[in-house]
Nanobody, 114 residues
Framework: QVQLVESGGGLVQAGGSLRLSCAASGSIFSGNTMGWYRQAPGKRRELLAAVTRSGGTTYGDSVKGRFTISRDNAKNTVYLEMNSLKPEDTAVYYC????????WGQGTQVTVSS
């Protein structure tokens, strides 16, 4: 059974940093582009960043220059390094395959205080 487990969230002041991790079981990592998403209260889930199996990355405008996505294929883990955090980054953060998503994990809460 494929499972996604996100971790690393927490409460941080504006301007601070966090590093999120997502461990995947099953075959989700195999050849798949992986992405980090977030969903704030009352808003739709949005794709923030994606990383291909070979390490190529793309970013949404809202996080470009502040967030860095990476992956460790040997560990079936994808990371999101978040710097210069803003209150508007407050959300639940999720990972999933971009093209062929599986059931969503529980996510990890990130709260940025002003």
């Amino acid at each position: 059974q494929v499972q996604l487990v996100e971790s690393g969230g927490g409460l941080v002041q504006a301007g601070g940093s966090l590093r999120l991790s997502c461990a995947a079981s099953g075959s989700i990592f195999s050849g798949n582009t992986m992405g980090w998403y977030r969903q704030a209260p009352g808003k739709r889930r949005e794709l923030l960043a994606a990383v291909t199996r070979s390490g190529g990355t793309t970013y949404g405008d809202s996080v470009k220059g502040r967030f860095t996505i990476s992956r460790d294929n040997a560990k079936n883990t994808v990371y999101l390094e978040m710097n210069s955090l803003k209150p508007e980054d407050t959300a639940v953060y999720y990972c999933n395959a971009v093209l062929y998503p599986v059931d969503w994990g529980q996510g990890t809460q990130v709260t940025v205080s002003s």
